[in-house]
């Protein structure tokens, strides 16, 4: 790992004056290299899931390992959406004279070397590889065991790419070895590696956001909540929470708690046969299982719960004063929606819930680095510092002062 961390900083150094046509070559290069290995990458990943199988990794998890066509032909697109996006790298910001003469202003740059930790998702590989090149920044790329075949074969298009487009073929490593002492190096290696993004569950990213000495950018858990105000349009209601829960299940985007307005439980009635019908379990406060006797009594526990699985906690409330209240005391700062023609509380709502994404009718679901136009994500950032929400290009830069003088002396 000290080599593959040697070998990175010297990649990014180049990296850092890869012209933007240069790193949209490789970009276009590894994705035409996957659809040329779209056949091994299959077989490769068959049999990750039959292993995952014989393991019994839950539903949840084999839905995340798996690989399709269409979805090698969605890693394409989203490889050839990162090369139409702009370039922040050199940017320079808010230039502005300053007394003295000189002209001061931010200049975008990259971080320089990034290690992604994740579970399961194959996908992860090209998404981080796209925003890692094209932002300037070197990567190190450790997938976990169950993807292990599906990687192997992901970096062989990887490598290709990059050779094609002559940048450093360290410009990005997979780490082909499972063992776990690889993670422990990686996470403390500050000399070599600058940014440490996990992707997985709630374990893993605890674990490294405790044992890392290098920077985290992270979010433990996805606690999502629609709330339906008593001045919600009915039919939008019904669509915003019936495919925040029910569009995927294991995404951390989903909503897992429901919150209705005492005074728009019509919501409520309509929604329970349909998500009966989709076999969602619904676990529910005193007054929602007044009003839906099949409800199951909601524990503590499930008002904290990312179920990942079509489970729901639901709540009715008295005011928006109390829906509020419960999601920033009960969630985890990913995303929280509200459906409401109010848009006085449509305001209020936006500015007192303390989440990293917070939406005004519209589903959950909207929270991913491509529905937001950032061409994919890294991951999903709850912290409050540098990046927050979904991770694209710019949150994998920074920017440091430039300085323009003609000859200026300080007196």
Known sequence: ????????????ARLRSATTAEKNSALHAIADALLASEGSLLAANEKDL????????????LD?????????KGMVEGLRQVATLQDPVGQIDNMEYLPSGIQRGQMRVPLGVVGIIYESRPNVTIDATALCLKSGNAAILRGG???????RALALAVQAGLEV????????????????????ALITMPEYVDVIVPRGGKGLIERIASDARVPVIKHLDGVCHVYVDAAADAAKAVAIAFNAKTRRYGVCNAMETLLVHAEATEVLTTLAPMFKEKGVELRGCERTRALLPDCLPATPEDWTTEYLAPVLAVRIVSDADEAIAHINHYGSQHTDAIVTENFTLARRFLTEVDSSSVMVNASTAFADGAEYGLGAEIGISTDKIHARGPVGLVGLTSQKYVVFGDGHTRA
């Open 165 to 184: 487009a002559g940048l450093p073929a360290d410009a990005v490593q997979i780490i082909k070895t499972t063992d776990r002492a690889a993670v422990g």
């Open 64 to 72: 995340r390992l798996t690989l399709t066509p269409d979805g090698i």
């Open 50 to 61: 039959s292993a995952g199988r014989a393991n019994g990794l839950s539903d949840a998890l």
């Open 145 to 151: 065991k169950e993807a292990i075949n599906s990687n």
């Open 1 to 12: 790992m000290q080599q593959v961390g040697q070998q990175a900083r010297q990649a990014s």
